[in-house]
């Protein structure tokens, strides 16, 4: 099970941070998040594997960071100077096969 948090309304400039939490024992697969628009196609945002590689989106790169805690099993995902077109609903998932319930981030200027 994976428990988003941290998402909410912000406005242009601004900064937020989301975490997933996953239960069971320590995952080992990758963890990452991906974002879904309204009208738009859900796509990857970032993603980090258990030895700390990670990838991140060209369109957020640079504003947006991903990290994890190994042993408690949750990702974070920094977002910096948010801009419009960053509002979505954010997912974090595990290895692609377990999603987390969504979070919405509304930019506003």
């Known amino acids: 099970q994976l428990v988003e948090s941290g998402g909410g309304p912000v406005q242009v400039g601004g900064s937020l941070r989301l975490s997933c939490a996953a239960s069971?024992?320590?995952?080992?697969?990758?963890m990452g998040w991906h974002r879904q628009a309204p009208g738009k196609q859900r796509e990857e945002v970032a993603i980090i594997s258990l030895d700390g590689t990670t990838h991140v989106a060209a369109s957020v790169k640079g504003r947006f960071s991903i990290s994890r805690d190994n042993l408690k099993n949750i990702v974070y995902l920094q977002m910096t100077d948010l801009q419009l077109e960053d509002t979505a609903v954010y997912y974090c998932t595990v290895g692609g096969e377990s999603w987390g319930q969504g979070s919405q981030v509304t930019v506003s200027s």
């Open positions: 069971g024992p320590i995952i080992l697969a990758y």
